[in-house]
Nanobody, 125 residues
Framework: QVQLVESGGGLVQAGGSLRLSCAASGRSISRYGMGWFRQAPGKEREFVARINWSSADTYYADSVKGRFTISRDNAKNTVYLQMNSLKPEDTAVYYC??????????????????WGQGTQVTVSS
């Protein structure tokens, strides 16, 4: 089993930055694909970003492309999401997710087997 714990959320003004961290325990995630999703009130959980095990491949939702950067440190068993130029529409609970066996649908929550509890990000206008 893999336990994921997100941190780094908070309240920030529009145009500001935050860096989210996702610390894994219980098992090494060095060979897992890792993703970030978010869910705003009344909305479905949506894909934000994904990174493969070697950091060679990354994917982003169009809404965050050019503003967010996903990265990982396998030695620390941790994944990051650097969020710049934040907008009020980025307000959501952000979740980290682990994917032990890639099936090709990086954008789908169903691809991922393990989830963190989420961290709230609020962007004020």
């Amino acid at each position: 089993q893999v336990q994921l714990v997100e941190s780094g959320g908070g309240l920030v003004q529009a145009g500001g930055s935050l860096r989210l961290s996702c610390a894994a325990s219980g098992r090494s995630i060095s060979r897992y694909g890792m993703g970030w999703f978010r869910q705003a009130p009344g909305k479905e959980r949506e894909f934000v970003a994904r990174i493969n095990w070697s950091s060679a491949d990354t994917y982003y939702a169009d809404s965050v492309k050019g503003r967010f950067t996903i990265s990982r440190d396998n030695a620390k068993n941790t994944v990051y999401l650097q969020m710049n130029s934040l907008k009020p529409e980025d307000t959501a609970v952000y979740y980290c997710a682990a994917d032990p066996v890639y099936s090709g649908t990086y954008y789908s929550p169903l691809e991922y087997d393990y989830w963190g509890q989420g961290t709230q990000v609020t962007v004020s206008s």
